[in-house]
């Protein structure tokens, strides 16, 4: 049943003065303290869809989910059934096929609560709970970030999670019909991989690794999987990747087809204004990395950095870096140079207390910029002009 919230949409004029660009934003209301977006063609129309995360209330189990239908244009409404409970706190969405029916679904960690939460997609943008869920998968002291992907080649889909009090991860095996093996596997990392782990293949083998910032020893993890379900550290790794290394994005940032990191600091625990930077490591493409040239890059005015994000803004093929500021309620944008070096410009767009998401949401070349603001109930989208 739909909630009570409700749907607006507020258009604002904006700009952007760097590399001759300019935005126009579009402002969405979701539902109580969205933080987290993910994107998806949820529908099967070949658009991109918008699945938002709103925490809800503190200490309850209000969170939902809202799903938003992209026409393609840049227009978004409201799937049927949207916003749906969630359960507590949800914290991350990982999407992909649960059941093996052609349709995507949703895996939701529940913060502070022992629960992940299958949400099965109907192929119209509509989910409903899944049979088994939400399922208990033991993580110390909870979940907090969720990847989908098949560790073990049986072709379906499993999830993995952080246990950071214990400096593992945890792989929890699907079953191809939406159900989780409660008995997951877990696999060392370094010291405290609090909040994000993602998954991409490091070492081109054909078979999904996982990657885990290390909030406690400054580093990353890279754990490459063997096709069976197990996980072993990368050579060399953990890797350096700066002071308190917490949010984590993989993008290819120099066009070689091997993915790269960018991680942005907890800035609470750091020490000093010069350790607020952004780590740039770039892959070997067999599991290895390396800091980029002119990496750390210094994020400057940015106040409580929550989420990073890559991707083409300028439509000419570079990726650029956008960083959600919480607690200076803006962006930090870095375009990359035919050097290949990152450089920031000045930014008057305004963040929010979620995180921050690139893609391309039109037939035009250039992506736009989404950000979840937790305190107005609200996404915004920055589309190119």
Known sequence: MRNSTQFALILVASSLAAHGQSFHQVTISTGPSPRWIAIADVNHDRNLDIVVAN??????????????????????HLAAGSSFPAGHLPNDVAIGDMNNDGNLDLVIANHQSPYLRVFLGDGRGGFHLAPGSPVDVHSDPHPHGVVVADFNSDHNLDVATDSWGSNRIEVVRGDGMGRLVTAGKYFPTGRRPYERLR???FNHDGNPDIVTTNLDDNTVS?????GRGG???????PFPAGAKPWQVAIDDLNGDGNPDLIVIPYQRDITGPTENAISILLGDGHGGLHPAPGSPLPLAECRGPNSVAAGDLTGD???????????SRTMQIYHRSAAGRFTSTASPIAGGWGSVSIARLTAGPRNAILTANADAGSITIYFPD
């Open 55 to 76: 925490a809800g209330s503190d200490n309850t189990d209000s969170g939902t989910i809202t799903v938003l239908l992209g026409d393609g244009r840049g227009g978004f």
């Open 199 to 201: 998954t991409a293949d």
């Open 222 to 226: 890279i754990l490459l999987g063997d």
């Open 231 to 237: 996980l072993q550290s990368a050579a060399g790794s």
């Open 317 to 327: 093929g570079t990726q650029s870096i956008v960083v959600a500021c919480a607690e």
